[in-house]
């Protein structure tokens, strides 16, 4: 099992451009998130989905957008690159109330 | 709001060393606190888990405290590796909305 993985693992964006991360998962998960880790501050919650076709804000949803059409993937979009979204993000995955499974993060770069 | 706070935010050790890393969280209400390492450049991994009714849980060189009175948490590292060089990150679940709260880390280097 490959477990929780991310595409891509590295990206620099000119401010304006958009951009798509991709997580999938082979544990047949229902939920899935998104996270973006900054230096000195702990991992926030972007967006997250509780199964196929649904999605939910979490603490941090401003400038990003979600998709969720198949069960094993979780799409994270950027429609307008800004500086203050250079970050590395984290896709994770879980069965209800349990542990939560993470990828290896994207690191992304807004100039 | 609910709140984890972690100490120190870094700490060097030589190899074979003990130490400990703190959690306090503000957390309500509680529902388990779990310890998750994270190696450079890679995603965090879970070390163990700590409910309410639990005060101390071992997973092998990793000793995890909870005292649920005070909203404390410890981590213990006995004779430390290399490969224990990380950032321990102590994240807090609450029943309500099933959200999870992450401390910062600790920034964990060890020495030969």
């Known amino acids: 099992n490959a477990g929780v993985t991310q595409t891509p693992k590295f990206r620099v964006l000119k401010t304006g451009q958009s951009m798509t991360l991709l997580c999938a998962q082979d544990?047949?998960?229902?939920?899935m998130y998104w996270y973006r880790q900054d230096p000195g501050m702990g991992l926030r919650l972007i967006h997250y989905s509780v199964g196929e076709g649904t999605t939910a804000k979490g603490e941090v949803p401003d400038g990003y957008n979600v998709s969720r059409l198949k069960k094993q993937n979780f799409l994270l979009g950027l429609e307008s690159a800004a500086p203050s979204q250079t970050s590395v993000y984290f896709c994770?995955?879980?069965?209800?109330?349990?542990?939560?499974?993470f990828g290896p993060g994207t690191r992304l770069t807004v100039l | 709001k609910n709140q984890v706070e972690q100490s120190p935010q870094s700490l060097i050790i030589l190899e074979g060393k003990n130490c400990t890393l703190q959690?306090?969280?503000?957390?309500?209400?509680?529902?388990?606190l779990r310890w998750y390492k994270q190696d450079t450049g890679r995603g965090p991994v879970s070390l163990t888990i700590m409910t309410f009714s639990e005060n101390t849980k071992s997973n092998g060189r990793y000793t995890a405290t909870l005292d649920a009175d005070t909203k404390q948490s410890s981590l213990h590292i006995t004779a430390s590796q290399l490969s224990d060089s990380a950032s321990y990150i102590c994240v807090v679940r609450s029943n309500a909305g099933n959200m999870l709260t992450f401390g910062g880390g600790t920034r964990l280097m060890v020495k030969p």
């Open positions: 959690c306090n969280y503000t957390v309500s209400p509680f529902s388990n």
């Open positions: 544990m047949n998960h229902e939920y």
């Open positions: 994770a995955s879980s069965r209800p109330v349990n542990e939560q499974f």
